[in-house]
């Protein structure tokens, strides 16, 4: 089993930057593959982006992509999440997310492991 525990939100204005980390427990974490999930007052939990294993591969939702980049560190069991451009419909808490298949997934039930969020608020 793993503990995910997010930090690194908070408030920023558009066009701002922000990078939240996941930290992960355990000795086991290089062998999951990770997601970001956002969900935003009202509406689903929706898909963010995905990394494998080895950091080898990365998945981005189409409203993030070009603007956010995941990243991994297996050494320090922390996997990121760089927010460039923001806008205020990035308004949301961010979770992580570990999923113990193999391949990266798309879909929040897939995934087995949630840390308990961190807010995101982007002011225009």
């Known amino acids: 089993q793993v503990q995910l525990v997010e930090s690194g939100g908070g408030l920023v204005q558009a066009g701002g930057s922000l990078r939240l980390s996941c930290a992960a427990s355990g000795r086991t974490f290089r062998s999951y593959p990770m997601g970001w999930f956002r969900q935003a007052p009202g509406k689903e939990r929706e898909f963010v982006g995905a990394i494998s294993r080895m950091g080898i591969s990365t998945v981005y939702a189409d409203p993030v992509k070009g603007r956010f980049t995941i990243s991994r560190n297996n050494a320090k069991n922390t996997m990121y999440l760089q927010m460039n451009s923001l806008k205020p419909e990035d308004t949301a808490v961010y979770y992580c997310?570990?999923?113990?298949?193999?391949?990266?997934?798309?879909?929040?039930?897939?995934?087995?492991?949630w840390g308990q969020g961190t807010q995101v608020t982007v002011s225009s």
């Open positions: 997310a570990a999923d113990k298949g193999e391949g990266i997934v798309v879909d929040a039930y897939e995934y087995d492991y």
